[in-house]
């Protein structure tokens, strides 16, 4: 079960058009066009060497790598030309991919223009290997990611979840439009409204910053006039969560100091919006703390997989029972996935959970019981040196868990969040993680709002370098055997 899972708020679906070429930049797309540009160049290169049987020589790779690097500034610059990397909410699917061949296009002719004027030794039959390679990669990568933005709104996991202030018809047109993005992962979760009723409103105005963290809101639009106090009060606490907030043309607010940025400008089927406070993404980062979950899953299987045959023997031949314990649990954006550990209680644990519910020493929806009658004599000692986790790097490698991360919650501790605080909803902003800044600061600390904290602490003090700390960190803290 997915928990908080809204349906879609469905609207009147407008024409998608291209946006306005605003000062943000998808950094992203100019990353992986990069990437893919200068690997379709070495891959020109050794065809061109290999075809005609000559070894490769610094001069000539470094008269090839000066050739793509000039090609990729141009089929950027022309991209960029073409409002490719714009951020446009409602950009068409067609629309996108057309731009994306015209920039290609225009780049590779205009390099073979200026090596023919210059009279250049450069192969113009490489010119044409290389427009034809990016002709294919360019816009392949992005039907693929359309299509996983697409799956994942569809199944009600959309990676933009967005907040709508305003039910009214502009709201919910707007609604539409953006419903209609679902190839960029655009989810609406619904409105906030003071006098409107019906389908999808959430609360009322006064009541965003609950909605905020209960539905896992990225971007806020304000599509209705507000009064000075209710505007300073939405961007107050969208500064505070550092979330996006975009405003539909209204009329000025009296007295206001924040003030739209016309030159931002984009269109939503046909409708002008103007962000107001924007979140720069730190893609780069991202990419980083990615490469180092998939390098440190993969080495950490390869080079323990004896060790893993080896308990995974010991654990079948204990009791006969199944080797893994496999678990629900609430990942980023309220996504369900399956946990894996190794099992470390009789066969029969779970149905006999609700004999030890008051022996419980934690505090809050967490459960937790020292000397646990159902853990077997081999899962203490998997326990006692977190052994028991190291399955949980196939949840890594898969990207449903990081290597540093919030601790996973089960389904019924995420659900028992609404009673609580809706602040803990916070906790699913993140990718969970095998370790965690609580992990090795307050393990055996039986306050639920303690771990809440730390995690919540994690998510906004977030780098690489804070994941290299805590990693560093949990080697000695496992071999200290602190584990229960």
């Keep these: 079960m997915t928990s908080p899972n809204l349906p879609l708020v469905a609207g009147r679906a407008a024409p998608r058009e291209t946006g306005g070429r605003g000062a943000r930049q998808d950094r992203f797309a100019i990353l992986v066009d990069s990437v893919l540009v200068f690997a379709a160049g070495v891959i020109v290169f050794w065809l061109r060497t290999s075809l005609e049987g000559e070894a490769m020589s610094w001069p000539r790779g470094y008269r090839h790598l000066g050739f793509l690097l000039l090609y990729l500034a141009l089929v950027l610059l022309f991209l960029q030309r073409e409002g490719v990397y714009t951020l446009a909410w409602a950009r068409g699917e067609s629309r996108e991919l057309w731009a994306v061949a015209k920039g290609v296009l225009q780049g590779a002719a205009l390099l073979m223009v200026v090596f023919y004027l210059a009279r250049m030794p450069i192969s113009r039959l490489m010119v044409l290997w290389l427009c034809g390679i990016s002709l294919v990669a360019l816009p392949a990568w992005r039907v693929l990611f359309w299509n996983l933005a697409r799956r994942d709104v569809d199944a009600g996991n959309g990676w933009r979840h967005v907040l709508i202030v305003g039910a009214d018809a502009r709201g919910r047109e707007l609604a539409g439009a953006l419903s209609a993005s679902s190839h960029l992962g655009v989810f609406v979760r619904g409105f906030l409204d003071d006098g409107e009723r019906g389908e999808g409103i959430l609360g009322r105005i006064a009541d965003l910053p609950r909605v905020l963290d209960r ?255 805590i990693l560093l960190r949990t080697i000695p803290a496992v071999f200290r055997g602190h584990g229960k």
């Design 215 to 469: 539905y896992l809101v990225d971007e806020v639009f304000i599509a209705r006039p507000l009064e000075i106090g209710q505007w300073e009060s939405i961007l107050s606490e969208i500064r505070e969560r550092r979330k996006n907030v975009w405003l539909l043309p209204l009329h000025p607010v009296e007295g206001a100091e924040t003030k739209p940025d016309w030159r931002a400008l984009e269109l939503v089927g046909g409708r002008p919006i103007v962000p107001l406070h924007w979140e720069p993404v730190p893609v780069l980062y991202l990419l980083l703390k990615r490469g180092i979950d998939i390098m440190g899953s993969l080495t950490g299987l390869l080079l323990l997989s004896p060790l893993l045959l080896g308990l995974a023997i010991a654990i079948k031949l204990q009791d006969g029972g199944p080797v893994f314990y496999r678990s629900t649990r609430i990942g980023r954006k309220g996504r369900s996935f399956t946990c894996w550990k190794f099992r470390t209680m009789i066969p029969d644990a779970e149905a006999r959970k609700g004999e030890l519910a008051a022996r419980n020493e934690r505090q809050g929806p967490m459960f937790k019981v020292s000397d646990d009658p159902r853990i077997t004599p081999l899962g203490r000692r998997l326990r006692k040196y977190s052994l028991d986790e190291f399955p949980q790097l196939w949840n890594v490698l898969k990207g449903e868990m990081s290597l540093v991360g919030p601790r996973p919650p089960t389904p019924d501790e995420v659900e028992r969040y609404e009673q609580l605080s809706v602040g803990y909803y916070r906790r699913l902003d993140a990718k969970p993680g095998m370790t965690s800044l609580w992990a090795v600061e307050a393990r055996n600390d039986p306050r639920f709002e303690r771990a809440v904290d730390l995690d919540r602490r994690y998510i906004e003090q977030w780098s690489p370098w804070l994941d290299i700390q």
